[in-house]
């Protein structure tokens, strides 16, 4: 029998904030929570965004905070003022241009048109005839709209950071977060499972591509810039599940990232799952880190016609004024998505193990569903692979939660806040309302909140999803006064207001997330809630074991109850160990039977099983 894969920790940061004590989500539903409930997610943001709280949280502090998080005017790079450089022929009326540069700047191969005089450290040049130049200027980038992390945060600063780019940066701080939420320290979890009995599954979809790796890299001989020695090597896309293994945790265990365009996070969340599943693992830390708020990048999807520009949202609003707040319009009159920057990560924990440790239970994973789109015409367009996802992700909620129970689900949608997605995503999704006879089915989009990270985009729903199981509330997509005319939704509420969810959530048993990538990625998740989950649990292991387990989580929560308070007020831990701890070959030790690492209690196994003895005679 399959084991159930637990979510025993989550954290990470987006544009609405920390991922964990669910201050992200928190800040999506701000306005139909309590202020108690609401006092330490002002606190977190302001501490994060070095606002003065003077031990107390003012209106203006508040207001501070909401202008400084969700999509807003991209502060990442002013948009006003964004370098360019124009190729230019130049010449005089006399057609000789003169003038001087040092000896070391002159070129390797002097042009044919060039007479260079020598003098001192520097060289006076006369061009006869036309010069190839490259002229500065300062343009306008016609999309001001993103979702950055809260303003004025910079988790680099929090750690010996190194040249690192912006997405390892972010990583090194969502794993550290979702770490720090577990309860348990991760020594004291490798006390209890082999080495070889962890998985990191974590990557980018567009890989590290600032100025710090491939931006840098590929710019510095047109730029005049220098290629470092980490420019390479730190620009792979698989880099943050390397950094999580060889800075943070110190893991000899499964690795990689399964890469498909914006359903990333549900790949690696898939690989993660089937470890777990089948016993691989018994511990894996899933998740994406996405840094594409820059020019070059948005350039790209932009000449495409995908990102919403600024011209586009006036026409909208019939207004000389762009509403950056509202920039992503899911199932609304819209104009393109809005780019975004986020980390999310999540711990997955065998059940059995779970139960034992007494860890937090914040939901499991029953299946992910990848397909692709077959033949296509576009491959940037959506097609046929995400009626298949949604539709077994739908079957099995019905298999687990029966008739009735999968009528107890919500939809976290892709929601791009394209007029593509719109049309698309809502027929698939009203189509499987109908087929499985579900009416009023809710749809929410959380990228109206935090925009379109790419690659850690499922990540973001999944996180704001487990916080509908705490607080009680799904976010409405609050930045649209309208749904378009041309959206399916004859068996779908597609949620304009927040929709209460009973208490902790508990009228709905589970969550599809639907992912739909660039080339045919198409993937969709079946979460659990905590409830079910328990439920479900009890009936395999027992009253008995449930009972206990209650009693030992007690410690585990209040453990994570302190670290949230003491992150909220800007003392959190960040796990970057450089250099610490490293093994070499005097670090192993081997047998045919065992292999023992010096810094791990416990021996990996080496089988000596054949698992394919049914194949010999």
Not at 158 to 172: D, E, M, V
Not at 304 to 332: H, I, T, W, Y
Request: charged share 20%; glycine share 8%; aromatic share 8%.
């Amino acid at each position: 029998m399959a084991k159930l894969p637990l979510i025993v920790g989550l954290g990470g940061i987006n544009a609405a904030g920390r991922s964990s004590g669910f201050h992200s989500y928190k800040l999506m539903v701000a306005d139909v929570l309590s202020e108690q409930v609401m006092q330490s997610t002002w606190q977190d943001l302001a501490a994060r965004m070095g606002l003065d709280t003077q031990e107390s949280i003012t209106e203006e502090i508040i207001e501070a905070i909401k202008a400084g998080t969700f999509v807003r005017r991209i502060d990442s790079f002013d948009p006003d003022n964004l370098l360019y450089q124009y190729k230019a022929n130049l010449n005089t009326d006399n057609d000789k241009i003169c003038f001087t540069l040092r000896k070391s700047k002159q070129p390797t191969k002097i042009p044919d048109n060039w007479e260079v005089v020598e003098e001192g450290s520097k060289v006076h040049i006369t061009v006869n005839g036309n010069l190839d130049a490259l002229i500065e200027d300062r343009v306008a980038f016609p999309v001001t709209s993103g979702g950055n992390i809260p303003a004025g945060f910079n988790p680099a600063s929090l750690y010996n950071s190194r040249f690192h780019p912006r997405g390892l940066s972010l990583t090194i701080y969502g794993a550290s977060d979702a770490l720090n939420s577990l309860g348990v320290e991760w020594d004291e979890i490798l006390r209890h499972i082999k080495p070889d009995e962890v998985s990191v599954y974590a990557g980018s979809g567009l890989a590290q591509i600032d100025d710090n790796s491939l931006g840098g890299m590929l710019a510095a001989h047109l730029t005049g810039g220098r290629v470092s020695s980490k420019m390479m090597a730190l620009s792979l896309a698989e880099m943050p599940a390397d950094f999580i293994n060889g800075y943070v945790i110190n893991s000899v265990g499964t690795t990689g990232t399964n890469m498909g365009a914006c359903a990333t996070f549900l790949y690696n969340l898939r690989q993660g799952m089937y470890d777990i599943q089948h016993g691989k693992s018994k511990v894996v830390i899933v998740g994406n880190a996405e840094a594409p708020v820059i020019p070059e990048i948005m350039e790209g999807f932009r000449v495409m016609g995908a990102l919403a520009e600024d011209a586009q949202l006036k026409a909208l609003d019939n207004s000389d004024v762009v509403d950056n707040r509202r920039a992503c319009r899911p199932f609304s009159a819209n104009a393109g998505f809005t780019m975004a920057e986020s980390a999310q990560f999540v711990v997955l924990m065998d059940d059995e193990l779970a139960l034992k440790l007494g860890a937090n239970i914040y939901g499991s994973v029953a299946d992910v569903f990848v397909n692709a789109d077959a033949n296509k015409k576009s491959i940037s367009a959506p097609g046929v692979g995400n009626y298949v996802t949604v539709a077994k992700a739908t079957a099995l909620a019905k298999a687990i939660l029966g008739e009735e129970g999968v009528k107890q689900t919500f939809v976290q949608a892709h929601g791009t806040g394209t007029p593509q997605n719109r049309v698309t995503e809502s027929h698939i999704l009203n189509e499987v309302a109908k087929t499985f006879k579900i009416d009023n089915w809710p749809v929410t989009a959380i990228k109206s909140y935090v925009g379109h990270s790419m690659s850690a985009a499922a990540g973001d729903q999944l996180v704001a999803s487990l916080g509908v199981w705490q607080h009680g509330w799904i976010p409405g997509i609050k930045t649209i006064d309208h749904i378009a005319d041309d959206v399916h939704r004859s068996n779908l509420n597609i949620l304009m207001d927040h929709q209460f969810a009973g208490d902790k959530g508990l009228d709905y048993r589970a969550v599809i997330l639907n992912a739909k990538g660039f080339g045919g990625n198409n993937a969709t998740g079946l979460v659990l809630s905590p409830a079910q989950t328990i439920e479900m649990l009890g009936a395999k292991y027992g009253d008995d074991v449930i009972a206990s387990y209650h009693q030992r989580n007690q410690a585990i929560s209040d453990i994570t109850t302190a670290n949230d308070k003491a992150a909220c007020h800007g003392d959190e831990k960040i796990r970057y160990y450089f250099g610490e701890a490293v093994m070499d070959e005097n670090s192993v030790t081997m047998t045919q039977e065992s292999l023992q690492l010096s810094e791990f209690e416990q021996a990996i196994e080496l089988s000596a099983e054949n698992p394919y003895s049914e194949y010999r005679y």
